[in-house]
């Protein structure tokens, strides 16, 4: 159980143009979903907090109006960088734990893979 | 930052035990250990939790000290499939609240 699932696992875009990464919890419900960014080489970083019928927090130094983050559904939450860029060029990861519990772990989508061309 | 300390690399032999450590002297009493692990180019996979108790499933062992200023994480029987980047993270148990990933320990199994 607890699975969730991020499409596209991969996504080529020309500089400029706008891309959309869903994150789906497939047999749970999530009041609150988590997106993380990874470079190369590096840690996940935390970028924002999801929360169902309500708006995003973004971390610190992390743009809201490029990353526009629709959380409308119990199971789904979206992830749109807008007017990407190269430097946006990232592995892009969600995660999600089942509404209500205190301890129980995060689960977290397999990622993806961003190249801004 | 993260308020964790874990090795940078480690090796192990296959058909071993792997012993990876993790230092969290700061950690509060409402906060849990967790260990996750990922694989390139993976997300992150749940591996075990625990709060004070020693914990067991399925994939490892948790050993958490009395003080619980430390713990370790054991495989007790790591294969090649076990090559990955370890987590240790601090997190207090509270729906909404995101893990703050350190660095980790690359673990290396070799044949």
């Known amino acids: 159980g607890a699975v969730v699932s991020q499409h596209p696992s991969w996504v080529i875009c020309k500089s400029g143009t706008s891309v959309k990464i869903e994150c789906r919890s497939l047999?749970?419900?999530?009041?609150?979903m988590f997106w993380y960014r990874q470079f190369p080489k590096q840690s996940l970083m935390l970028m924002a907090t999801?929360?169902?019928?309500?708006?995003?927090?973004?971390e610190q130094g992390v743009e809201k109006d490029k990353f526009l983050i629709n959380h409308a559904s119990l199971t789904l939450s979206t992830l749109t960088v807008t007017s990407a860029h190269p430097e946006d060029s990232s592995f892009y990861i969600c995660?999600?734990?089942?509404?209500?519990?205190?301890?129980?772990?995060?689960?977290f989508g397999n990622g993806t893979r961003l190249t801004v061309t | 930052d993260a308020k964790t300390t874990q090795p940078t690399s480690m090796d192990c032999a296959e058909g071993r035990a792997a012993n990876l450590p993790c230092n969290h002297s700061?950690?509060?009493?409402?906060?849990?250990v967790y260990w996750y692990r990922q694989i390139h180019s993976q997300g992150p996979q749940y591996i075990i939790h625990?709060?004070?108790n020693n914990e067991t499933n399925e994939m490892a062992s948790l050993i958490i000290t009395e003080d619980r200023k430390s713990s370790t994480l054991i495989l007790p029987h790591a294969t090649l499939r076990d090559t990955a980047v370890y987590y240790c993270?601090?997190?207090?148990?509270?729906?909404?609240?995101?893990?703050?990933f350190g660095k980790g320990t690359t673990l290396s199994v070799s044949s």
């Open positions: 995660s999600a734990s089942p509404s209500g519990t205190g301890d129980s772990p995060l689960h």
């Open positions: 047999d749970f419900q999530a009041t609150t």
């Open positions: 999801s929360n169902e019928g309500s708006k995003a927090t973004y």
């Open positions: 700061t950690i509060s009493g409402n906060e849990y």
């Open positions: 625990g709060l004070k």
């Open positions: 993270i601090v997190r207090v148990a509270q729906a909404g609240t995101a893990l703050i």
